[in-house]
């Protein structure tokens, strides 16, 4: 198995079991009681829209963390996760990726598919939110702001596209992306409906952050957003 695959397949089993369980508190300042279902506090619930959430700390501590956890099967090259997320920035379209801090918290909420086309929202944190703006332009150029929330336009060549005869030059296609700020951290969403749900969500779990990694999906929530399609299993 190469390199790639091995810490891959540890990114992903860790991501499954991390979205599988909701903030633990410290056992030993839980009380000693058993208590019922009904008995637990609403507090861990998700909002109706919300099908899940995932929050880090630190992402470059926990990159560290999960390379040494995969290099117990092979070997892994250290800042090998970190090195990934970078590119990714990079192909995002920021030419100075230092402005993302990936030693201080970051995260995502999964909004009802159902009601948002692309149902995630991020957030991040950055050194500054006008060093963030400068990074990325001219990639992204922002077409208007409104309390808050910018709407930032990129434009790309379309290469997949077929013309008759040579001589034409390829179309422009634009893509969309919506940002607001709160301090130092960066949300970011494809749709302004689904930043302005997601967004003081998120907000809230990364303040409330006591662990390295925190995540909770709610079943009863997907299972109600995809209500017809799991009725019509049975007969499929």
């Given at each position: 198995?190469?390199?790639?695959?091995?810490?891959?397949?540890?990114?992903?089993?860790?991501?499954?079991?991390?979205?599988?369980?909701?903030?633990?508190?410290?056992?030993?300042?839980?009380?000693?009681?058993?208590?019922?279902?009904?008995?637990?506090?609403?507090?861990?619930?998700?909002?109706?829209?919300?099908?899940?959430?995932?929050?880090?700390?630190?992402?470059?501590?926990t990159f560290s963390s999960?390379?040494?956890?995969?290099?117990?099967?092979?070997?892994?090259?250290?800042?090998?996760?970190?090195?990934?997320?970078?590119?990714?920035?990079?192909?995002l379209g920021l030419k100075?990726?230092?402005?993302?801090?990936?030693?201080?918290?970051?995260?995502?909420?999964?909004?009802?598919?159902?009601?948002?086309?692309?149902?995630?929202?991020?957030?991040?944190?950055?050194?500054?939110?006008?060093?963030?703006?400068?990074?990325?332009?001219?990639?992204?150029?922002?077409?208007?702001?409104?309390?808050?929330?910018?709407?930032?336009?990129?434009?790309?060549?379309?290469?997949?596209?077929?013309?008759?005869?040579?001589?034409?030059?390829?179309?422009?296609?634009?893509?969309?992306?919506?940002?607001?700020?709160?301090?130092?951290?960066?949300?970011?969403?494809?749709?302004?409906?689904?930043?302005?749900?997601?967004?003081?969500?998120?907000?809230?779990?990364?303040?409330?952050?006591?662990?390295?990694?925190?995540?909770?999906?709610?079943?009863?929530?997907?299972?109600?957003?995809?209500?017809?399609?799991?009725?019509?299993?049975?007969?499929?």
């Amino acid at each position: 198995m190469s390199r790639s695959r091995v810490l891959w397949l540890f990114v992903i089993i860790l991501s499954l079991s991390l979205l599988g369980c909701s903030k633990k508190k410290d056992k030993d300042k839980e009380p000693k009681k058993i208590t019922s279902v009904k008995a637990l506090p609403a507090s861990g619930e998700l909002p109706a829209d919300v099908m899940g959430y995932l929050v880090f700390t630190s992402p470059a501590n926990t990159f560290s963390s999960m390379e040494k956890l995969a290099g117990l099967v092979g070997p892994i090259p250290p800042g090998a996760l970190t090195g990934m997320t970078i590119q990714g920035l990079l192909k995002l379209g920021l030419k100075d990726t230092s402005v993302i801090d990936l030693k201080n918290p970051a995260g995502l909420v999964v909004l009802n598919p159902k009601k948002h086309k692309v149902p995630v929202v991020m957030a991040v944190s950055v050194t500054s939110k006008d060093k963030l703006l400068s990074t990325i332009a001219p990639t992204w150029k922002k077409k208007a702001e409104k309390d808050g929330v910018y709407e930032m336009v990129s434009e790309q060549l379309d290469t997949y596209a077929v013309f008759e005869g040579g001589s034409k030059a390829p179309p422009k296609t634009s893509r969309s992306m919506f940002i607001s700020f709160s301090g130092k951290t960066l949300f970011a969403a494809v749709q302004p409906e689904a930043l302005k749900t997601g967004a003081p969500l998120l907000e809230k779990y990364l303040k409330n952050q006591t662990a390295d990694v925190s995540g909770l999906v709610c079943a009863d929530h997907l299972r109600k957003a995809f209500a017809a399609e799991l009725a019509g299993m049975p007969a499929m």
